[in-house]
């Protein structure tokens, strides 16, 4: 009888997560490690949106005006500093060659595709695994004060609509008033996205923790993965500061930290961190019923069943793990500005976390180029929690031969040109 297949998982997010569950669900033997706490990262305190809407990359026609008219307003959510940009002109010069129509529609299409899968994968896992995260199917909300505004986006949802068959519900300021008695009045109304849902993510990766260890899944924590130990064009193990952990296959998810493995993996990377931040309260008055994005100030603002949490930022800040109190300061004025919604006592948490960003909106979800049997699974951008389930399975598919239920070809690992290797 031939031996179990040995899978190593690099990265305890929420993408290493699932594809650890579907490895193991293909009847591997896997090992998950991360170099923090399993879900202590962006999979932890994000606002927690599944939400299909979310088709369209950064990278747009526009895209570069609008974000330097945003940058240049007083608490703008966009930040950049000037060092991270002369350090790192390639990811910036390729992100602005995106800036066009077909290519923004030739990534929507790619989202949407992860997307919708993803979507339907989590109702799939949630119900089969019994897994208690708040889930909820109420749609996600995209609220606007201005009227211009308001009707500008009409051309986005139409997008969206006749594209990739995502509509929306257009809704007046009087129906919004009446759906939503958190928001302040005087709004120019919201655009509802019906398919979309949302969860708690910290209780999520709980939840997910619990399974794997039914499933035999082994995770070891404050673990970093220091290299790949290879023959020829196959890795043997994944090398760590205690010892090497033997693998058949590799699934390197480290998100915002997978270029420091790139000479590793043997291919280019092109990830940028993009700072992102959070604040969540456990009581609050007035909490919202519906989650909502506030679009035109880039904030998202997340009810829970015992909590709220306000969210949303993109600082292109390197590697600087602090927390900006004027950024935090944003969150609160910009949703004061929304919402009624009051929070009680002080912030349960304060948070902020590198969201792994690719010039043109697109993860990376493929195998190495070099070793036949390492595979990545990064560069979600801003929507890890989104694409993470059909991310997972795609990458286990791939690692393990069978037929991929998404075409991989967009998500390919060779797509930015090059290897990097030894």
């Given amino acids: 009888m031939s031996e179990t297949r040995r899978a190593v998982v690099v990265g305890g997010g929420v993408v290493g997560a699932c594809c650890a569950y579907y490895l193991a669900r293909a009847g591997r033997s896997v090992t998950l490690i991360d170099a923090a706490g399993f879900g202590s990262g962006c999979s932890r305190a994000n606002c927690g949106y ?6 369209l990359p950064l990278a747009a026609p ?5 974000i330097l008219r945003v940058m240049a307003r007083r608490n703008s959510p966009i930040r950049l500093k000037p060092g991270v940009l002369l350090r790192n002109p390639g990811w910036f ?3 602005a060659r995106r800036c066009n129509e077909p290519d923004m529609l030739s990534a929507g299409a790619a989202i949407s595709a992860l997307l919708r899968s993803s979507r339907s994968l989590y109702d799939d896992l949630i119900r089969d695994e019994g897994i208690d995260c708040d889930w909820r199917t109420d749609g996600l909300l995209f609220v606007f004060r201005s009227p211009s505004v308001m009707h500008h986006y009409a051309e986005v949802d139409r997008l969206l609509s006749e594209r990739f068959e995502m509509p929306a519900r257009r809704i007046e ?3 919004l008033a009446e759906m939503e008695p958190a928001l302040r009045p005087g709004l120019a109304g919201a655009w509802l996205y019906e398919r979309d849902a949302h969860l708690r993510p910290d209780r999520l990766m709980a939840e997910m923790r619990r399974v794997l260890a039914g499933l035999g899944v082994t995770i070891h924590e404050h ?3 220091t290299g790949i130990v290879r023959e020829g064009s196959r890795a043997t193990a994944v090398r760590t500061a205690v010892g090497d952990i033997p693998a058949d296959d590799v699934i390197v998810a480290a998100g915002a930290w997978t270029p420091t493995l790139a000479r590793e993996i043997g291919c280019r990377v092109p990830i940028q961190p993009g700072k992102g931040y959070s604040l969540t309260y456990r009581e609050v008055e007035d ?3 519906l989650p909502m994005i506030f679009e035109e100030d880039r904030v998202a603002a997340t009810p829970f069943r015992d909590g709220f949490r306000v969210g949303s930022m993109m600082e292109f800040a390197g590697r600087d793990a602090s927390i900006n109190r004027k950024r935090l300061g944003v ?3 910009t949703s004061a500005r ?6 009680i006592g002080e912030p349960e948490e304060e948070w902020a976390g590198w969201r792994p960003m690719t010039p043109d909106g697109l993860p990376i979800i493929g195998p190495s180029p070099t070793l036949g049997n390492v595979v990545v699974a990064a560069g979600h951008n801003m929507l890890g929690m989104s694409m993470a389930t059909a991310t997972g399975r795609l990458a286990a598919e791939v690692a393990t031969g069978a037929t991929p239920h998404l075409d991989p070809a967009p998500y390919s690992a060779e797509r930015f040109g090059g290897r990097r290797g030894r």
């Fill in 173 to 175: 300021p009087a129906e």
């Fill in 62 to 66: 526009g895209a570069l005006r609008t």
């Fill in 338 to 343: 929304y919402l009624r919604t009051r929070p």
């Fill in 287 to 289: 909490p919202p019923r």
């Fill in 331 to 333: 969150l609160t004025e």
């Fill in 50 to 55: 599944i939400c299909p809407s979310h088709a």
């Fill in 223 to 225: 673990r970093a993965a």
């Fill in 93 to 95: 010069l390729a992100f």
